[in-house]
């Protein structure tokens, strides 16, 4: 149980265009779910948090207009990335936590690999 | 606010040799501790938890991690590594309280340990 998915696993796009990540809890409803980025030989960096049905809160120094988070329902979350450059590229990871059980963990994601060309 | 050290970035080991992982952490409320293990390419898995009781607290593949409450350490350790143990390591905190912010994890930098033959 507690299985969170990821869509695309990788994805290839040109700069300038919009990328959609997906996260979805396959088994379990997730009050929140967070958005990370990982950059090579580096730390999990929390880009925000998503609470079902309201906005988002990001994290010191992540644009809002750039990274946006959409939690329209209680299995899914998605962040999009607008306008993605170079400097984007990166391994995004989502996490859910769930609303009932074991609700001080945190489901990880198995990430998506974006490369903006 | 929570920060979690890593002290050391890589650990290269032979197979079947014992092994810790050191992490120390610095709280100014109570936390849980988590380790969490990654393979390339892919999300994270949790190895192993501590919310309370029992300081030793056993985890998945034969680790093994000790919370030392007075050294605010939380060591992971394997008393005869695998070759398969070759991943990402990564040690967290969050804060015990309920509500909001708290939910965020905190991580440390890593520790990339590498199993030799």
């Known amino acids: 149980g507690a299985v969170v998915s990821q869509h695309p696993s990788r994805v290839i796009c040109k700069s300038g265009t919009s990328v959609k990540i997906e996260c979805r809890s396959l088994d379990f409803q997730a009050t929140t779910m967070f958005w990370y980025r990982q950059f090579p030989k580096k730390s999990l960096m929390l880009m925000a948090t998503?609470?079902?049905?309201?906005?988002?809160?990001?994290e010191q120094g992540v644009e809002k207009d750039k990274f946006l988070i959409n939690h329209a329902s209680l299995t899914l979350s998605t962040l999009t990335v607008t306008s993605a450059h170079p400097e984007d590229s990166s391994f995004y990871i989502c996490?859910?936590?769930?609303?009932?059980?074991?609700?001080?963990?945190?489901?990880f994601g198995p990430g998506t690999r974006l490369t903006v060309l | 606010a929570q920060s979690v050290t890593q002290l050391d970035s890589q650990v290269p080991v032979f197979e079947e040799a014992p092994v810790e992982l050191r992490c120390n952490y610095s709280?100014?409320?109570?936390?849980?501790l988590f380790w969490y293990v990654q393979y390339p390419n892919q999300g994270l898995q949790l190895l192993l938890k501590?919310?309370?009781?029992?300081?030793l607290v056993k985890g998945i593949n034969g680790f093994e991690a000790e919370f030392n409450k007075s050294q605010t350490s939380f060591h992971l350790r394997k008393p005869s590594v695998h070759i398969s143990d070759t991943a990402e390591y990564f040690c967290a905190v969050r804060s015990t309280t309920l509500g909001g912010s708290n939910y965020k994890l905190t991580f440390g930098k890593g520790t990339l340990l590498t199993v030799n033959p």
């Open positions: 996490s859910a936590r769930a609303t009932s059980g074991r609700t001080y963990e945190q489901f």
């Open positions: 501590y919310l309370s009781g029992s300081t």
């Open positions: 998503s609470n079902e049905g309201s906005k988002a809160t990001y």
């Open positions: 709280s100014s409320v109570s936390v849980y």
